[in-house]
Nanobody, 130 residues
Framework: QVQLVESGGGLVQPGGSLRLSCTSS????????VGWFRQVPGKEREGVSC???????YYADSVKGRFTISRDNAKNTVYLQMNSLKPDDTAVYYC????????????????????????WGQGTQVTVSS
């Protein structure tokens, strides 16, 4: 059973924008730490951004100033707005949620490690190419 579902990926030209969505029919996402990750075949998974239960947000240096994470509690959706996209942003993007108590308490000014996330979506492909 898929607990998290990503959408919004696609093909975009360099400099373009996409908005990814992560939603769940099972979890109330504003009660969870939620992270966005990306992975290119042959490379390690990379943390992109995260939003905590407290609403604090953090970003990888590679996307700061270009990506914005947000959530819409009424729609139970977490978004990743991606602007000024570069070919290096090409990857499969995954959302993940910390869904099992006790929930991780983040005390550092950065995203939690991937190991704290219990549930992962199946991913959405983002391709940045002319």
């Amino acid at each position: 059973q898929v607990q998290l579902v990503e959408s919004g990926g696609g093909l975009v030209q360099p400099g373009g924008s996409l908005r990814l969505s992560c939603t769940s029919s099972l979890f109330t996402l504003h009660n969870n730490n939620v992270g966005w990750f990306r992975q290119v075949p042959g490379k390690e998974r990379e943390g992109v951004s995260c939003i905590g239960r407290d609403g604090l947000t953090y970003y990888a240096d590679s996307v700061k100033g270009r990506f914005t994470i947000s959530r819409d509690n009424a729609k139970n959706t977490v978004y990743l707005q991606m602007n000024s996209l570069k070919p290096d942003d090409t990857a499969v993007y995954y959302c993940a949620a910390d869904t099992r108590p006790p929930f991780y308490i983040n005390v550092k000014p950065s995203c939690p490690p991937a190991r704290i996330y219990n549930d992962w979506g199946q991913g959405t492909q983002v391709t940045v190419s002319s």
